[in-house]
């Protein structure tokens, strides 16, 4: 069983341009989850998608937006890019909404973004 | 507002030695908290899951227990391996169906 998977690996913009990242769940799941993880700040919640809508939504700005297609690939898109946005994206699945209510999170290995 | 804290940032050990890593959260309206690893540049792997109900969790030499009511979870990992060094992140899941993480304990197993 494939694991999750997101891509690019790994990513260069330029500040005030706009990026794609894309996330495929587990097979079968449904929930897909969107974090940020830097080194001031830790790992922190962006939004979760389940059957194509958003269900929940972190702290973050309007430039941070996402999606979900009918297949369960999730894309999180970030527009005018800061510096403040390198980071490392992680995208985690799980078979039910609400992701970590009676079942475990599965997490892909994460794009890093640097923006220069 | 949920806040996880873990404690120590960073550990060094030598090989064979047992050890304890602690996450404390404020808020102890948690569905259940989770303990993962992360490699360099890698994602996280779930170690283990303890639901709310639940005191403790077992997986080969690692043993998480729980206690809401204090808002802390420790992670015991028994004998130590170089291959145990990475990062160790404890997630508590709220009730609002968001992922809190902590900053991460750093270990270091030295052979």
Redesign the interface.
Known sequence: KAG?T?TPRYLIKTRGQQVTLSCSPISGHRSV?W?QQTPGQ????LF?YFSETQ??K?NFPGRFSGRQFSNSRSEMNVSTLELGDSA?Y?C?SSSV??????T???????T?LTVV | KQEVTQIPAALSVPEGENLVLNCSFTDSAIYNLQWFRQDPGKGLTSLLLIQSSQREQTSGRLNASLDKSSGRSTLYIAASQPGDSATYLCAVFRNNNDMRFGAGTRLTVKP
């Open positions: 999750v997101q989850s974090y830790g790992l922190q919640f979760e269900r929940n972190g490392l992680l985690a909404p609400g992701q970590g209510m009676n475990e999170a599965f997490f892909g290995q994460g890093r």
